[in-house]
C-alpha cells in the first residue's frame, strides 16, 4: 500500500465534526431513528459493497435488517432484501454474481442466495434444525453453516463428513415441541450459558452444494458445540484458499465451564479426521489465511483459563509449520486482521486508549508501522484486489458507524453510506472529550467526557459517573446503543466516561490489575476522577451521580459500602455477592482467574471483595435492573441487593425485565430503561428552581 493512501486514511479518521448550537438534544427517540450498518463485503472484482442496514419498528419492538449494496465509487444505496424481518451477512460467490446471505422469511432460519442486484431469491438451505453463519467455498461449489443439531442422530463415533440425518432431526424437534414434560437433567458442566439453557442439541457445522443439490453432511459430529461461543471477534472457520480443507475454532477440554483453551483444527472438506494445529493452552481464534494459501493467521493468548489476557497476533507458516507471534513487542490487544492482496503484510486493529488505530506488519515480522490513528473506532478493513482503495467501517462516541474509503491517490476518506445524516443535521451530538487523572499507584486514569448540547461553561451541572463492565473492558471513542453517552448527555448531565485498572488499552499490567482486587485499585481510581471532575468550573459538585453495568454494577454496589459521595445510583446486573455469584454464574473460568479459586479454596477473598459484606453501610438511594434470562449474572444477585437496600430502608426500586438477558435490547425495553434511570436520577439531582431545571430526555 502506498503513503498516499496511508495519508488519506489518517485526514479522515481525523477529520472532526463541530456541532450546530441550533440543533436539538439527541435523546433516545432520536438514537431510535439511527440505521445500523454493519457486515460490509466487499465483491470479489473491488467495485461493490455489500452490507446490512438495522432499523428500529419501536410500535412493534422489532428491529428489521435489511441487505443493501452501494458501489465503491459512490452513489446511492440500493436495497436489495425486503421480505422477513432478519436478513444478515451477505457473502459474494467468488464469480461476483450472486450474494448468500441468512434470512428468517420463511418462519425459519435458512441460508439463501439472490442475484447481485436483489433478484432471483431462493434458498439454498431447508435444515429443521435451520441455518446460519455462511461461508462460501474458494471455487464457489460448497458452502459451510452452523446448524443446532442432536447429535443422537448420528451414528457412534461418525466420522467428520457423515450425513446430516434430516429425518431423525425433525423427528427430535416435534417429540419436543409436542411434549408437555419440561424438565431439565444434567450430568455436568456448561449447562446454560448467557441467555439459554443447554438442551439435547449441539452447534455444529455443516458443508452442502451451493445450489442446494445433494446430502447436508457434518463436519465436526460429537457432543462439542463447534465453534464455541465467542463475543465477538474475526470469523471461527475458513475454507483454505485451495478449497480442501476448512480450519475452525474448537474446545475439546472436558470442562469447558472452566476452560478457555480453544484451539485451532483442520479437516478435510471431503470428510476424514480432523488435526489440531495449535496446542496452546490458552484461547487460539480467527483463521485467516493469506491469499496465497502458504500462511494461516489467527489470533492467541497465552495464559489458559484468563478470558482477558493479550490477544496477540500469530502466522503459520503452512510449509514449514513454524509460527511465529509477530505482535509480542505491542503491549496491546490486536483486535481484527486482514491480508494486504499480495500475501506480504497483515493489517491488524489494536485497542488503545479507547480507539482502534490501524497497524500493518510484514508476514515475517519485524518492525510494525501505525496506519492509521485517529480518535475513532474502525474495523471490518478490506482491500480491493488493485491494492489502490481500502474500505473499513467508522465509528466513534459522537457517531455511528458509516462504510468509508480511503483512496492511493490521496485526500480524505470519503464516506459511502450516509442513512444518517438527516439525524446529524437535526441533532446536537457532542464530540467526546479526554481528561487524565492522578490514580492508584502512581497511574495516570484517562476518562471520557460527554457535555451537554449547549454547553455553557458558566452553567453548573449535574454530572454522572459510568462505569464499564467487563471488569477488563473500557470506554473510548466508540458508539453503543445499550449506554449511550449522547442520550446522557442530552438530559443535562455532564457524561463521565473513566477507565480505571482493569480496563483494556493501556497494556495489560493495567489490566491485570484488577485480578484479585475488584473494589481496590480500580474503586481509588474512579473516586480520584471524582475528586478531580468536581473541582471542574461547570460541575455542581453536590449533583453527583453514578451508574453501571456487570463488573460496573459491581461498582456500584461496591460504592455503596463505601462512601455517601453520590447524590444516587443506578447498578444493572451487577455482582453483589461473590460467593453466591460463583456458584451460579456460567463461565466458571472467570470467578477462578479473577479471585484465585472458588469461595471454598478462597474465602477471604470472596469475603474481602464481595459488596454484600459492606451492605451495613448502604445509605444511597439506588434503582436496581435485571434480565431474568441474564445468567451471566444471575437476577438473584439484584434481587439480594434489593433485598438489602429495602430492609434498611434506603430509597431503592427494582426493574426486572422477564425477556432479556445480560443487556436490554428490545426496543421497548429499552426505552423503559432509558427513560427509568433518567427519571431516577433527574430525582435526585434536580435544582430546586424551576428554570434551572435540565432538558427533558423524552
Known sequence: MR????CALLAGLLSAHAPAATKAPFTFDAMMKLARIDEPQL???GKTIAFTVQTVDLPNNTKPSQIYT??????????????????IRPRWTPDGKRILFVSDRGKSSQIWSMNADGSDARAITSLPTEADGEVVSPDGKLIVFTSDVYPECEAAEAPPGADYDTACNKAKLDQEEASKMHARVFTSLLYRHWTQYQGKRRQHLLIQAIDGNGKVRDLTPGNS?????????????AFSPDGTQLTYVANTD???????NSDLFSVPVAGGPPKRITTNPGADQGPVYSPDGKYLAYRTQIRGGYESDQWRLAVLDLQSGTMNTLTDSLDRWVEDYTWSPDSKRIFFTIDDHGATPLMMIPVAGGAIRTVAQGPTTIDAVQFTPDDKSM???EHSGSRPAEIKKAVSKGGPA???THFNDSIYEQYQLTPLETISTDGADGAKIESFIAKPPDFNPFTKYAVLFAIHGGPEGDWGESWTYRWNAQVFAAAGFVVVLPNPHGSTGYGQAFTDAVNGDWGGKAYDDIMAVVDSVSNLPYVDKDRIVAAGGSYGGYMIDWILGHTDRFKALVSHAGVYDLASEAGTTEELWFPKWEFQGFPWENPDVYQKWSPSSYAKNFKTPTLVTHGELDYRVPIGQGEELFTALQEQKVPSKMVQFPDEGHWILKPQNSQFWYQTVLDWLGEYTRQPSADA????SH
Open 414 to 416: 470519503l464516506a459511502l
Open 693 to 696: 431545571k435540565a432538558p427533558s
Open 391 to 393: 474500505i473499513f467501517i
Open 70 to 87: 452501494v458501489p465503491i465509487e459512490g452513489g446511492a444505496p440500493r436495497q436489495l432484501t425486503n421480505d422477513g424481518q432478519s436478513n
Open 3 to 6: 503513503i498516499a493512501l496511508l
Open 43 to 45: 465483491s470479489p472484482d
Open 254 to 260: 472436558p470442562d469447558p465451564a472452566t476452560s478457555t
Open 225 to 237: 458445540i463447534t465453534p464455541p461461543f465467542s463475543l465477538g471477534g474475526p470469523e471461527a472457520y
